[in-house]
């Protein structure tokens, strides 16, 4: 491993070459950076990856059920599981997904999901990201360059493969695929946040690369029409493009980035849309601390992975707790992403604490309350000396014909010592993540 390791300015070089960048707007301006890899590995027992997938496939599964009753017989809401406005409020959910029905009852074919582990050692849930979640070719392609760098690294070592998340994807969606058409990925464009992932995985997965503009409907159908107005039907989507700007002529009509008429394509069954429409109702911070619950409801079974310990303010005794015990927990703001709206009461002020409760005062549905996991260090190499900095876990779990975890993950890292937020958009770097086999 200390070939590797002494190998980061080299395995860095490679990707800078390779355009491995992540982009962000910020104050109305597009600031693209790199996003910078750590040679130091993370490294996972085969015993913890073997709880952690099937903790994972349960939790997905679940989340999959909840989103199909959801839209259809809300059976968790009348069984008084969720109250029924804490549904409607949320931001995600989305009235013109009622009574679709996606291609194999499939809403989320890609899941994120962000765990930490512990200094105890327990692995705890910090967020489900069902929408688009973004992230799994950086460690691909720095696996692919630390490979070339250093090759008896992966010799010697009895890591798992992580070169078959490409055909994880390519698998789901030939599974979901309708009527057998091309498959394609629908990127906004060259200045999305994640556009080198967009177009590595379409190379990887032998799907179209799509702009706004490629696709067309005509009767109910989705068309690929390329360079030369050349028509294919399309028949799956891997869409980069969020919900409400997918369709001008069902959601925002300012759109130039969506496809007009793809809903009615999609609500016909003749196409079918990865992640599916609607998914922001299941990853809903405030929807998060039912999750275990909908384990319980929908596959009457115990939760294997935890959440973080979460306080509703919307409930009476959560909400008691929230403001007389502010300076002491983590406050999200449920409408924000991409580490933004996380506030640590302990940071904060007796004048700013003030302002943050009258807020929750007044807005509970907005935030929910973490108690503040004192989650593991990882050593990063920061110049040529090793020092330890937090660092979280986003797994992705493929659902088609069934449910996988991909044998890897996107393992991110503050570089800010006193900081708990990891998130790319703010600064932080990435490593790889070893599962080893044995």
């Known amino acids: 491993m200390d070939a590797l390791v002494d190998s980061r300015d080299t395995v860095n070089k490679w990707l800078e070459r390779f355009g491995v960048r992540f982009g962000v707007y910020k104050d109305g301006v597009f600031n693209e950076q790199l996003f910078p890899f750590d040679s130091i590995p993370r490294v996972i027992t085969k015993s913890d990856w073997d709880f952690l997938e099937k903790g994972l496939i349960q939790r997905v599964d679940a989340l999959n059920k909840f989103l199909y009753d959801i839209y259809h017989e809300k059976n968790i809401i009348k069984c008084g599981i969720i109250p029924e406005e804490f549904i409607y409020s949320s931001k995600g959910y989305m009235p013109e997904c009622e009574g679709i029905i996606p291609s194999k009852n499939i809403y989320s074919h890609i899941s994120g999901i962000d765990l930490v582990q512990g200094k105890d050692g327990k692995w705890y849930i910090l967020e489900d990201n069902l929408r688009i979640p973004s992230g799994a070719s950086y460690p691909m392609i720095a696996r692919t360059v630390s490979r070339k760098v250093s090759p008896d690294t992966f010799m010697n070592n009895t890591v798992a493969d992580n070169r078959n998340y490409s055909s994880l994807i390519k698998d789901m969606m030939d599974y979901v695929n309708a009527d057998r058409g091309i498959s394609v990925i629908l990127t906004p464009g060259r200045y999305n946040s994640a556009f080198f992932e967009h177009s590595f995985l379409a190379e990887k997965t032998g799907a179209t690369l799509a702009f706004p503009g490629d696709l067309i409907v005509e009767d109910d159908f989705v068309y690929y029409q390329g360079l030369y107005k050349q028509r294919q039907r399309v028949g799956a989507i891997y869409r980069r493009v969020s919900d409400e700007y997918l369709d001008p002529l069902s959601f925002d009509p300012s759109s130039l980035l969506g496809v007009p008429n793809i809903m009615q394509a999609y609500k016909k069954g003749n196409v079918a849309i990865v992640n599916g429409l609607g998914n922001g109702v299941a990853d809903d911070k405030g929807i998060y ?26 409930f009476e005794n959560d909400y008691k707790y929230i403001l007389n015990h502010i300076d002491e927990l983590v406050i999200k703001d449920v409408s924000e992403a991409g580490g933004y709206g996380v506030l640590f009461g302990r940071d904060l002020s007796a004048d700013k604490l003030e302002e943050l409760k009258n807020l929750i005062i007044k807005e509970p549905r907005r935030w929910i309350a973490q108690e503040v996991i004192d989650f593991k260090d990882l050593e ?47 600064g932080g770097g990435f490593k790889d993540t070893w599962v080893l086999e044995k």
Do not use: C, H
């Not at 619950?293 to 303010?313: G, H, R, S, V, W």
């Open 380 to 426: 990063i190499l920061e110049g040529e000396e090793r020092v330890e900095r937090k660092a979280d876990l986003r797994a992705f779990v493929i659902t088609g014909e069934t449910t996988r975890v991909w044998k890897s993950g996107l393992t991110r890292f503050s570089r800010n010592p006193n900081s708990f937020v990891v998130n790319s958009s703010q």
């Open 289 to 314: 601390y039912f999750v275990p619950k909908m384990i319980e409801f929908y596959l009457d079974e115990i939760p294997i992975l935890q959440n973080a310990p979460t306080y509703l303010p919307y």
